[in-house]
């Protein structure tokens, strides 16, 4: 059993049907003359389709020969009823992954050109690395289904996987170094130039409209910035509250499952309000009951003025790789904001390739299973670490004592409503407020109703109806 809530199953049916629409749509002959026209008219060269065409979850990808040129283009295009903010998305996209190019020496496919065009829409035109095989393809089990989520090959070497993972790791190194002054996407205010000035756009948001039909108008105004890591905290904590006020189908299973739901998520809210959630499993964690037994070491990262860029979806999958296994480039850079520095600070949640909520033999396997390869992954955070230079921010200390405080978990449920009941309440709940009766999951509320004040108590009942 998976420790996954469920989506709104209407929504997810209708986003099926959505999304056979759009493969219809952009493989069609019209749609193709169209992207090569378009192909022909920016580089001003004759322009040839070159198939077969690359179909992504959120975009497709029309690879094209264009006349003298020594390498094929990627006309990288919103896929239709998939993108929830197409032009948001694909302006903040092209600014983050041209400024990660010439801020760090992560590969990156090159940039051509990028805009919103009156034919086709929003658009990149990037480099075509040549290859079609990734990182996570390397580190996968075999699987009959292409269509099942891929995991991490049980039977991996230690040898192949360190060295896999010292790959990764210096590109995670990379991606932390360069600091920025406010939390949310990166804009190109003009050639060469890039600042935080859109508001932060999540793969969470995106799941939230498609798999639970949220009303974007629950998300922060276009422009919204943030100053200091407790407001984004805050925002994350109000939209598992959104989660629960406006999924409509398939969330709760009883009114006890309700009071559950509704009571971890207000005293989640409290504690980022109250700037807790960002000191917790640091040394200046003096609040919570884990602090009391075990403090941690290291010290919280600053909460305003010094922020790191952040990819929800940076993972073996989006790293492309030659047939040495040697890193070609890094693709995919939507999803990816200025976010607290806190994130970067935990190990990767992509270290077995599957999330800890979808995974086949239930949530406590996987944190036993992913503890053992943590191991491996410090390993090679260290070796990587090696080439840094000493002022630089070093990672391995701090992902260690995030897994072993329960950070990992704070940041992994903050950013992913569907993981956030379980992690919760196995993860986190005592962790902040002590033991607590051992009762029926559906009747934990009861255990901590007490801690919600008066208006928090109040809002509870109409909630049930």
Not at 254 to 261: I, L, N, Q, V
Request: hydrophobic share 40%; proline share 6%; charged share 25%.
């Amino acid at each position: 059993m998976t420790a996954r809530q469920n989506s709104d199953e209407l929504a997810w049916d209708r986003n099926d049907e959505l999304w056979e629409e759009a493969i219809k749509q952009v493989r069609s002959s019209s749609t193709c003359r169209k992207i090569e026209s378009f192909a022909k008219r920016i580089f001003a060269k004759p322009a040839t389709l070159v198939t077969p065409l690359i179909i992504g979850g959120f975009n497709v990808l029309y690879p094209m020969r264009i006349e003298g040129l020594s390498a094929n283009v990627l006309v990288r295009l919103p896929c239709p009823n998939q993108a929830v903010f197409p032009e948001e998305k694909t302006l903040a996209e092209a600014a983050t992954a041209a400024c990660i190019s010439q801020r760090t020496h992560i590969p990156i496919p090159e940039h051509f050109s990028n805009g919103i065009d009156p034919d086709i829409g929003p658009f990149m035109i990037i480099q075509d690395l040549g290859s079609r095989r990734v990182m996570g393809q390397v580190l996968e089990a075999s699987r009959e289904d292409p269509n099942e989520t891929p995991v991490l090959e049980p039977n991996i070497s230690e040898s192949k996987l360190k060295r896999l993972y010292v790959e990764m790791a210096r590109c995670v190194l990379q991606l932390a170094q360069t600091a920025f002054p406010h939390i949310g996407s990166l804009v190109e205010t003009s050639p060469g130039s890039y600042h935080v000035m859109g508001r932060p756009l999540t793969l969470h948001m995106s799941n939230m409209v498609q798999l639970s039909n949220i009303p974007k108008s629950i998300f922060p105004p276009k422009g919204t910035i943030y100053q200091n890591a407790d407001e984004w905290y805050t925002i994350l904590a109000e939209m598992q509250i959104a989660t629960l006020l406006f999924q409509h189908n398939d969330m709760v299973s009883s009114e006890d499952d309700c009071r559950t739901k509704y009571v971890a998520r207000q005293l989640f809210r409290r504690l980022a309000k109250q700037g807790r959630l960002s000191s917790f499993g640091f040394a200046e964690d003096k609040w919570s009951a884990r602090c009391k037994y075990a403090r941690a070491t290291l010290p919280a990262p600053a909460n305003s003025g010094c922020f790191r860029l952040w990819s929800d979806d940076f993972r073996p999958a989006n790293i492309v790789v030659d047939e040495n296994d040697h890193i070609l480039g890094a693709i995919d850079w939507e999803y990816t904001y200025v976010g607290p520095t806190q994130f970067v600070l935990d190990p990767p949640w992509w270290l077995l390739l599957d999330v800890p909520e979808m995974w086949d033999d239930g949530i406590d396997n996987w944190t036993s299973v992913y503890e053992r390869r943590l191991q491996t992954w410090l390993l090679a955070m260290k070796e990587a670490e090696q080439d840094m230079d000493p002022s630089s921010l070093l990672l391995s200390a701090y992902m260690q004592e995030s897994w072993v405080t329960g950070r990992f978990w704070l940041n992994y449920a903050a950013r992913k409503s569907w993981a956030f009941d379980t992690i919760y309440w196995k993860y986190l709940d005592k962790r902040f407020f002590g033991e607590r009766e051992d009762i029926p999951i559906e009747q934990l509320w009861k255990t901590r109703v007490q801690l919600l004040n008066n208006e928090e108590l109040a809002a509870m009942e109409p909630l049930l109806l």
